[in-house]
């Protein structure tokens, strides 16, 4: 009786509004995805509500940092942990929101608007009210001087106004885009009073305020940070707090590479590390202290699309304005014999986008995805309607004759010969050659045998392995040739597909786009996408999209893995029960007695 008085209520208009206007404290993707958790859930499933708090959680990082504002383009940003937004998703479900910041939530059932009420009891950590001036202040600030992508995830909203101190409206340009309620409740919400004084342009190593579970108590630039958990952190209580952010405290330190950082973590010097060297994984952990269980070492099976991996060309460079250019680049990588080789043969190559999901095109184009496809029949390559794409392979032994005897065909037919040994345009006799820019030397061992194939094929490609910061500012400006770069998904592809692949991403400096892409069919493709009204139909129309991106051949693919490689120290508590997001740290909790023991078996 109580789950159906629940459904009544979320989905049943409400009597003093207009008639299709809905009222909730959570939001799901689609009207047939109800929420799971009622307005009177205690905590999610997957956490543990009695779990102690304090103690601590070492981790480490690779890189540096010299800023603590990641919402503008400049520096190189690490987060505080201490901003947080209008609503969370839980993790075990595809995307529903529920109330952080905002207790409750209005949107007509077209969602060309959303209303969000502020929780009275919300609270900066200088103990000011968050009001509905700080949220829409932050949206205008963050779309006026934020990081590019800002512009383009929240492009189709239209307006936003503080009806009250507690009630802030955001009205969109269009309706019928499910996503945009979900998303706006995303938006980092900044305290107005706080920036008032200072430049929102400006990078900073003083720790912005905010509102969350933990903040910045001491630091070294580029070197170390400690959060420290707020003990009167105003959301503690709360039903979508309970049972996470248990450490008292968290410390990271910073390294160069990955040596070092997996060197501490078999010293015990930090306590978890998510490795992502197969090759590392395999060899590098066969220490005793994992023989003896005292460091555990564990794959954690997630149920998230993989995204795309891959090295990336820069299409606004001439020689890989052709298609069929970037099809014989990609016959030249050998996956097969570096998986065998280097991976120990831990990878899946990648063949989509939205690898391992169901929004990953396969097969021939069929029922709504073929419509969808249907009218840019002659605006797409005819491979398009035809079976999937799927990345060359080879028989490992790394001698891929056939696939370079192929590329050596396609790059002709685009006008370029073999010329003294070289690849040359045979208009103009300038030789093909290109740098592919690194910022890990791990990917140097992957990349110098794709050098060789290129080579004998007449490419001179060279490898530029660089700093940190200077990696930073070329992809920004999309100064580079080819680069390695990974494209996120989750299970509900929205807005952000605009910033990836938009033609006016690809003309803003610091999107995502760094492909270059300018299709309009793209364009009307995310749009159809979004506009979906069900789940299924998100899928079909997602494949119709991961199509005609993968027949453009942007991309060569790399690889991914089905699984979080994790290790740590057998002094954390885990709640059973996993996630479909895989590893999830918040949830875990500093265990005294387990940390006791393995100190004295240590010893």
């Known amino acids: 009786m109580r789950w159906f008085l629940f459904v009544w209520l979320v989905l049943s208009p409400i009597p003093a509004l207009a008639a299709d206007v809905l009222r909730g404290h959570a939001i799901s993707m689609f009207d047939s995805e109800i929420p799971r958790y009622p307005a009177d859930f205690r905590h999610f499933d997957y956490v543990n509500p009695d779990a102690p708090k304090g103690g601590s959680l070492r981790l480490a990082s690779q890189g540096s940092f010299d800023s603590f504002h990641p919402f503008i383009p400049k520096g190189n940003a690490v987060s505080t942990g201490a901003v947080e937004t209008l609503l969370v998703t839980s993790a075990d479900e595809p995307f529903t929101g529920y109330g952080l910041i905002a207790e409750q939530i209005e949107w007509p059932r077209d969602r060309s608007w959303v209303i969000f009420h502020i929780r009275p009891e919300a609270r900066w950590h200088d103990g000011t009210p968050i009001t509905a001036e700080d949220v ?312 110098l045998p794709y050098v060789r194939n290129l080579k004998r094929l007449g490419i001179e490609a060279k490898v530029r392995l660089v700093d940190e910061n200077q990696y930073i500012n070329r992809f920004r400006q999309f100064d580079f040739d080819m680069m390695v770069w990974v494209w996120g998904q989750s299970e509900t592809p929205g807005n952000e597909q605009y910033e990836y692949w938009s033609q006016a991403a690809a003309d803003s400096q610091g999107s995502r786009n760094l492909a270059g892409v300018r299709d309009p069919v793209v364009d009307e493709l995310i749009g159809l996408m979004l506009r979906s009204e069900s789940r299924e139909q998100l899928n079909q129309r997602t494949r119709a999209l991961d199509r005609v991106l993968l027949w453009g051949h942007y991309v060569v693919p790399h690889w991914h893995i089905r699984a979080d490689r994790v290790l740590y120290w057998d002094r954390f508590g885990i709640p059973k029960m996993p996630v479909r997001t895989g590893v999830m740290t918040d949830r875990w909790w500093f265990d005294a007695k387990r940390a006791a023991a393995l100190d004295k078996n240590r010893q």
């Open 136 to 447: 829409a202040w932050s949206f205008e600030t963050l779309v006026s001087q934020g990081n590019p992508q800002y512009r383009f995830y929240y492009g189709a909203v239209a307006s936003v106004e503080a009806l009250d101190a507690a009630r802030v409206r955001f009205t969109f340009s269009e309706s019928g885009n499910r996503e945009l309620p979900l998303i706006v409740g995303q938006l980092p919400i900044l305290p107005k009073h706080y920036w008032a004084t200072r430049d929102f342009a400006a990078t900073t190593l003083d720790p912005p305020l905010g509102s969350g579970p933990y903040q910045i108590t001491d630091f070294e630039a580029g070197r170390f940070t400690v959060r420290q958990r707020v003990e009167n952190y105003w959301g503690k209580d709360l039903a979508v707090r309970r049972g996470l952010n248990n450490f008292g405290a968290i410390r990271t330190v910073f390294f160069r590479d990955a040596t070092p950082i997996r060197l501490a973590l078999k010293a015990g010097d930090i306590d978890f590390r998510q490795e992502n060297q197969a090759k590392a994984w395999a060899e590098d952990y066969n220490v005793a202290v994992v023989e003896k269980g005292w460091l555990k070492k564990e794959l954690v099976e997630h149920r998230m699309p993989t995204g795309m991996q891959a090295f990336v060309m820069n299409t606004r460079r001439e020689q890989f304005s052709d298609r069929r250019v970037r099809e014989a680049l990609t016959l030249a990588f050998d996956f097969e014999w570096t998986n065998r080789n280097l991976f120990n043969g831990q990878y899946t190559r990648t063949a989509s986008y939205f690898s391992n999901s169901d929004l990953a095109a396969h097969g021939k184009p069929q029922g709504e995805e073929l419509a969808v496809l249907e009218p840019f029949r002659e605006e797409v390559p005819d491979s398009v309607f035809g079976d999937a794409y799927t990345p060359p392979v080879t028989d490992g032994s790394g001698w891929l004759r056939d696939n370079l005897r192929r590329a050596n065909t396609l790059l002709k037919d685009a006008g370029w010969v073999v010329r003294d040994l070289r690849l040359v345009n045979a208009t103009t006799g300038e030789p093909f050659r290109f740098e592919i820019l690194l910022v890990s030397p791990a990917f140097e061992r992957v990349t």
